[in-house]
Nanobody, 123 residues
Framework: QVQLVESGGGLVQAGGSLRLSCAAS????????VGWFRQAPGKEREFVAA????????EYADSVKGRFTTFRDNAKHTVDLQMNSLKPEDTAVYYC????????????????WGQGTQVTISS
């Protein structure tokens, strides 16, 4: 089992930045890959970014490439999502998720989920 808690959401103007953090506990943090997902009102949840357990490989959705960066600190058991050049269409509830089964595909297979944090971008 992995317990995940997100923080750092809020309201910012378009063009601004936010940094989300995901704190993990319960399982050896080095044994899990971590992903970020988001769900906007009336839409399905979508993949945003992910980082593998060693931190050496990342994956991003096309819609956030070049604007978002995810990185992890295994000593602190945290994964952050730095979001720059934010757009109104980035408005959503953001979730971090973890999986313990390794795979070359980083976008699926996440079993453990946080409660989510709201990100709102005003135009």
């Amino acid at each position: 089992q992995v317990q995940l808690v997100e923080s750092g959401g809020g309201l910012v103007q378009a063009g601004g930045s936010l940094r989300l953090s995901c704190a993990a506990s319960g399982r050896t943090f080095n044994d899990v890959d971590v992903g970020w997902f988001r769900q906007a009102p009336g839409k399905e949840r979508e993949f945003v970014a992910a980082i593998n357990r060693g931190g050496g490989r990342t994956e991003y959705a096309d819609s956030v490439k070049g604007r978002f960066t995810t990185f992890r600190d295994n000593a602190k058991h945290t994964v952050d999502l730095q979001m720059n050049s934010l757009k109104p269409e980035d408005t959503a509830v953001y979730y971090c998720a973890a999986r313990d089964k390794a795979s070359v595909v980083l976008t699926t297979g996440f079993l453990y989920w946080g409660q989510g944090t709201q990100v709102t971008i005003s135009s």
